[in-house]
Antibody, heavy 122, light 108 residues
Framework: VELVESGGGSVHPGGSLRLSCAAS????????MHWVRQGPGKGLEWVAH????????FYAASVKGRFTISRDNAKNTVYLRLSSLRVEDTAVFYC????????????????WGRGTMVTVSS | SDELTQPPSVSVSPGQTARITCSGD??????VYWYQQKTGQAPVLVIY???ERPSGIPERFSGSSSGTRVTLTISGVQAADEADYYC???????????FGGGTKLTVL
């Protein structure tokens, strides 16, 4: 069971990035998925989640309208599109699997990727 | 308030018991989950639904709940337990995921 993030990098304020998270070792389409971020030296902050088929998404207030979560079950991949980036978005972005089973969301995380770093700087 | 409050740091000697608390008004209605994060690594779930331990997590990790406060207890602390510990829940209506600020456990 593994999650591997990619797509991080350095970007100027106002710029965009797309993060990817490739899942393996489990039936990806059976789980809600999340993105969680952690600023340098800071705590964890939940960012967004997406339902099994992608029809339901939900965002933290701090990113709503700027970030978009999506998934491709055929590719076992969840994405996070980051736009209108701000300096304060600088963080390691983790992909995480929801703990819930049988299609239910539990809003907790049992599998985490290693993260991908996003740096927003002028 | 839906915020979760943790002490910034806890220090114990090897073999002693560490207790890390997490307080919040929403905790009377919502479960709490605990994560261990070692330096440079991703978090690991160590307790779910207040008191349950995932497979592979040592028995010395336990959780308890009382009103608006929950506690992560680590018995017989080992040097390998030194890490940041985060509690996590949702707000009172189960809409937003919330994390506590984290507690740095130092093993003296």
């Amino acid at each position: 069971v593994e999650l591997v993030e990619s797509g991080g990098g350095s970007v100027h304020p106002g710029g965009s990035l797309r993060l990817s998270c490739a899942a393996s070792g489990f039936t990806f389409s059976d789980y809600w998925m999340h993105w969680v971020r952690q600023g340098p030296g800071k705590g964890l902050e939940w960012v967004a989640h997406i339902s099994l088929n992608g029809s339901n998404t939900f965002y933290a207030a701090s990113v709503k309208g700027r970030f978009t979560i999506s998934r491709d079950n055929a590719k076992n991949t969840v994405y996070l599109r980051l736009s209108s980036l701000r300096v304060e978005d600088t963080a390691v972005f983790y992909c995480a699997r929801d703990l819930g089973t049988s299609g239910q969301i539990e809003d907790a995380f049992d599998i985490w990727g290693r993260g991908t770093m996003v740096t927003v700087s002028s | 308030s839906d915020e979760l409050t943790q002490p910034p740091s806890v220090s114990v000697s090897p073999g002693q018991t560490a207790r890390i608390t997490c307080s919040g008004d929403a905790l009377t209605k919502q479960y709490v989950y605990w994560y261990q994060q070692k330096t440079g690594q991703a978090p690991v779930l160590v307790i779910y639904k207040d008191t349950e331990r995932p497979s592979g997590i040592p028995e010395r990790f336990s959780g308890s709940s009382s009103g608006t406060r929950v506690t992560l207890t680590i018995s017989g602390v080992q040097a390998a337990d030194e890490a940041d510990y985060y509690c996590q829940s949702t707000d009172s209506i189960g809409a937003y995921v919330k994390f506590g600020g984290g507690t740095k456990l130092t093993v003296l």
